[in-house]
């Protein structure tokens, strides 16, 4: 990649707001992109210091109050943001604080615990957090952590489909509920092929992949799926086919499972479902592009109401070789980023409004922008994720790191009290290397998980 020239610094005017100083890098038309990567690691290393101080440990920072919160876990804390952070932080060249950051795991996490967690957030969240810090540092007592939780995670995948339950207790292995949907059935490949690539132990790949495939197979006869499905009888729950959420990572995980690992099986899933999906799920309105909910057996439209989840796969279609079509995609969610400033939760394209007014501090479209500059480079993905990233600045940054907001529409916008762990492996880390340009990162060959982990692409 074609090294790009380091202009003056301009950044940093300082504006106060909800009690914390605003560091803002002003960026022109052509931007400063060096100064911008500077301000997204300078907001970075405050946020982690407020979490150092308030939440260490914890699962995740409440940004307005100080306060903290659990998940996956309902009352116990695993250290998810922290784990989140790490690659993120060690790609920014934060040593001291990835370093701080591995200490605590290897002092403190411990994932024996009497209580249930999510199969499929466990798994992207934890178990991906501590492979990409494995992958950042080779610690080898993170990948027996990861494995570790992993082990832990396996029981739920015991189901005549091979689709996992949806929750499992840590400690005792009891499973819950098998009314599950795509994402929570196939994103897991990525994770655990690599697991079972450096434990030697087949068993996590093998899951994975079983799962994957046996969910292929349920597709109707105009290759779609529908998106809630029986994990003990293989039984539909549901007609209606999505990219959003309960399905999005499904299809990204076809795509990786070709790109991470050469499996084709993979590539032939992902392209006979693509091909389904751009058959019958677009819908142009108002010279915007949008992917419809349909009914899986008769392609018939069900909604007109689109998903925040539903604007990373622009990106997923670039990736893929949709082009042109992933631009358009994207590009109509970066019309609305404009029209509200930040994303609402979700938006109905027939009526132009939005359905849901909160914003879970999401990083789907910038995630959509990072891949489809990879692609071609071209600055106008790098300027959605300016603008998303100046959005964020203004309205999410609380006294003590960035929050959730409850309600976009609102003048000013209304924020909540909770920053999701997701915020620290995705959105920052999309945002710094788009602006950033740095060595630690292979340009060229990489790979990001679902959750933003690295698991290919960082460089010593
Ligand atoms: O956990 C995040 C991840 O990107 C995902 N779904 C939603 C989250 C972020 O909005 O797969």
């Not at 609102?410 to 920053?419: G, I, V, Y």
Request: neutral net charge; glycine residues 8%.
């Amino acid at each position: 990649m074609a090294r790009i020239a380091r202009r003056n610094f301009l950044a940093a005017s300082a504006a106060m707001l909800g009690g914390g100083a605003v560091a803002r890098a002003t960026a022109s038309a052509d931007s400063d992109w060096a100064a911008l990567g500077e301000a997204v690691k300078s907001e970075m290393a405050w946020a982690w210091d407020h979490y150092r101080q308030r939440a260490w440990g914890k699962d995740e920072i409440r940004p307005v109050s100080g306060g903290v919160s659990s998940f996956p876990l309902k009352t116990h804390h695993l250290g998810l943001s922290l784990i989140e952070a790490l690659d993120t932080l060690w790609v920014m060249g934060l040593d001291r604080q990835f370093e701080e950051g591995v200490a605590w795991v290897k002092a403190a996490a411990d994932f024996d615990v009497d209580g249930e967690v999510s199969v499929f957030e466990t798994s992207i969240r934890l178990v991906g957090g501590l492979l990409s810090a494995h992958h950042a540092c080779g610690d080898p007592m993170l990948l027996a952590k990861a494995r570790d939780l992993a082990d832990r995670l396996l029981p739920a995948f015991a189901t005549p489909t091979g689709f996992p339950y949806r929750f499992v207790n840590l400690r005792t292995g009891a499973v819950r509920d098998p009314q599950t949907n795509p994402a929570e059935i196939g994103s897991f490949l990525p994770e655990w092929a690599t697991l079972s690539r450096l434990t030697g132990d087949p068993r996590y790949g093998d899951a994975a992949r079983k799962a994957q495939r046996a969910l292929f197979a349920k597709r109707s006869r105009l290759d779609l799926l529908a998106v809630k499905i029986d994990a003990l009888t293989g039984q539909w729950l549901d007609r209606r086919a999505t990219v959003g959420s309960y399905a999005d990572s499904y299809y990204e995980y076809l795509w990786d499972g070709w790109q991470l690992l050469g499996d084709r099986e993979c590539l032939r899933m992902y392209r006979v479902c693509t091909a389904a999906i751009l058959r019958h799920q677009q819908v142009r309105r108002d010279g915007q592009l949008w992917i419809a909910d349909v009914d899986f057996e008769t392609g018939g439209v069900i909604s007109s109401e689109q998903d925040e989840l539903a604007s990373f796969y622009g990106g997923l279609l670039g990736q893929g070789g949709a082009r042109a079509t992933g631009a358009k995609v994207t590009e109509s969610w970066a019309a609305l980023q404009d029209r509200f400033g930040v994303l609402p939760e979700a938006y109905d394209y027939a009526s132009g409004q939005p359905t849901a007014v909160t914003n879970a501090l999401r990083p789907e479209l910038v995630d959509a922008a990072f891949n489809l500059w990879l692609l071609d480079r071209n600055p106008r993905w790098r300027a959605i994720a300016r603008t998303h990233f100046q959005a964020m600045q203004r309205w999410n940054k609380a006294q003590y790191g960035y929050t959730d907001l409850a309600d976009v529409t609102a003048t000013p916008k209304r924020q909540a009290d909770h920053c999701p762990g997701y915020w620290w492996s995705e959105q920052m880390k999309y945002y710094y290397l788009l602006f950033a340009d740095t060595p630690r990162f292979d340009y060229r060959r990489n790979y990001l998980t679902t959750e933003g982990n690295i698991l290919l692409g960082l460089r010593k």
